[in-house]
């Protein structure tokens, strides 16, 4: 398996596969970074080259420091439920992000305004001033992505098979002040640029008018044990 294939199934959430020889080495150029995607076009729903299809969510915030070894523990637990009731369709990465801090503050205050404990507002209440401490010293955020797989072959079938895991998961996290949220194809497209691209695009911001072909770097160079792209 080429280690393209493995850098865009690495982004994607998909399970890599490992080679116990090196790549040869190589200076070449690749004629298409987006040809050797997984994938045909950026969807919501996305239409994978091996069949299956996926779908894209985004958690809410889970911030360790904010929790306490029992709800961090529940926590835990909650993820390795879903995992073991959705054997191998389901990945989730951590991911490092600007910091779109007014943006989550509201989301906050959301969750404020709708706390129906004492316990839910002193919690909400404490992540919000570390909210408001990491805006003064940091620039990036974690933020947490779940990829749902269906292998079913019809496209409203599978549509329908993935909002349903996702409804799933909904249930079971809400009960710890989660939410998991779909991506828009919008959504996912600045994700792959910024992903792919992380230097043209501190420089060249994403716009909602981009192409699918605009998302991806023109090319990679191969440098034996890793790709290097947008450089």
Request: with cysteine; net charge negative.
């Amino acid at each position: 398996m080429s280690k393209a294939l493995n850098l865009f199934k690495e982004l994607l959430g998909m399970k890599v596969e490992s080679t116990s020889q090196p790549a040869k080495s190589s200076n070449n150029r690749t004629k298409s970074v987006q040809s050797q995607a997984p994938f045909q076009n950026i969807h919501q729903f996305m239409r994978m080259k091996d069949g299956g299809m996926r779908i894209f969510t985004s958690i809410s915030p889970i911030n360790p420091e904010n929790l306490n070894d029992i709800e961090f523990e529940n926590v835990i637990e909650i993820f390795k439920e879903i995992f073991d009731s959705n054997p191998g369709t389901i990945q989730m990465k951590a991911s490092s992000e600007p910091l779109n801090i007014e943006k989550h503050l509201s989301f906050i205050a959301e969750k404020k305004d709708a706390a129906t404990s004492g316990h839910n507002l002193t919690r909400i209440s404490n992540y919000e001033r570390y909210v408001l401490q990491k805006k003064r010293y940091s620039k990036s955020q974690k933020v947490f992505y779940i990829t749902i797989l269906s292998h079913a072959e019809d496209d409203d079938e599978a549509e329908k098979e993935l909002r349903f895991t996702v409804e799933s998961i909904s249930e079971k996290i809400k009960m710890r002040d989660m939410e998991i949220t779909i991506l828009t194809d919008d959504q996912l497209r600045r994700v792959m640029y910024q992903k792919i691209s992380p230097y043209t695009s501190t420089t060249q911001p994403y716009s909602s008018d981009m192409k699918d072909e605009e998302c991806f770097p023109p090319y990679m160079l191969d440098k034996t044990h890793y790709l290097e792209v947008d450089r």
